[in-house]
T-cell receptor
């Protein structure tokens, strides 16, 4: 069974500040991990994914995430927040090639950017 | 860039009516999925479909739901008799490989009154 837990339903940072969105996962098989972003009234856009290659994954819009097996974490970071980063962010896990690969989503973290 | 499309973008229906949500996956993809997101909640897996049959379904996907790939391009989700609690955003996704990246459509907002 797989699950993800996102710590903090709402995070607020100042423009230009570091963004850190936390995600912990649980998986009985080597996981594939994802971060998706959802802007208001829009669909899901893939920010980045971890598929058992490099543990530091770089994505779009300056975001990156580091897979830490010892901590079962996959936190999302961005060095300097921009107003356009305000959105809902979902961490997600799948069983990768070993399973039917449904994606299990976390509850989401709403990111707000203060001017 | 190829993308998943969904129609309609918004569907309003009365309780007890049947609805069909349509999706056109990316053309060379083989794996298809439906997810839903009730307003303010997380995205939930409904069903996966491969080789013209259901691969996996969640407990949400009861007998009121069905999926079909009626031709080479469309993938549909049918809700036979809608309930108020079926009101949600429904996302279609497709993947070219088992375990590969899933590409999501923009969603259909279903409102049951």
């Amino acid at each position: 069974a797989q699950s993800v837990t996102q710590l903090g339903s709402h995070v607020s940072v100042s423009e230009g500040a570091l963004v850190l969105l936390r995600c912990n996962y649980s998986s009985s098989v080597p996981p594939y991990l994802f971060w998706y972003v959802q802007y208001p009234n829009q669909g899901l856009q893939l920010l980045l994914k971890y598929t058992s290659a490099a543990t530091l994954v770089k994505g779009i819009n300056g975001f990156e995430a580091e897979f830490k097996k010892s901590e079962t974490s996959f936190h999302l970071t961005k060095p300097s927040a921009h107003m356009s980063d305000a959105a809902e962010y979902f961490c997600a896990v799948s069983g990768g090639y070993s399973s039917a690969s449904k994606i299990i989503f976390g509850s989401g973290t709403r990111l707000s950017i203060r001017p | 860039e190829p993308e998943v499309t969904q129609t309609p973008s918004h569907q309003v229906t009365q309780m007890g009516q049947e609805v069909i949500l349509r999706c056109v996956p990316i053309s060379n993809h083989l794996y298809f999925y439906w997810y839903r997101q009730i307003l303010g909640q997380k995205v939930e897996f409904l069903v996966s479909f491969y080789n013209n049959e259901i691969s996996e379904k969640s407990e949400i996907f009861d007998d009121q739901f069905s999926v079909e790939r009626p031709d080479g391009s469309n993938f549909t989700l049918k809700i036979r008799s809608t309930k108020l609690e079926d009101s949600a955003m429904y996302f279609c996704a497709s993947s070219g490989l088992q375990g590969g990246e899933q590409y999501f459509g923009p969603g259909t907002r279903l409102t049951v009154t």
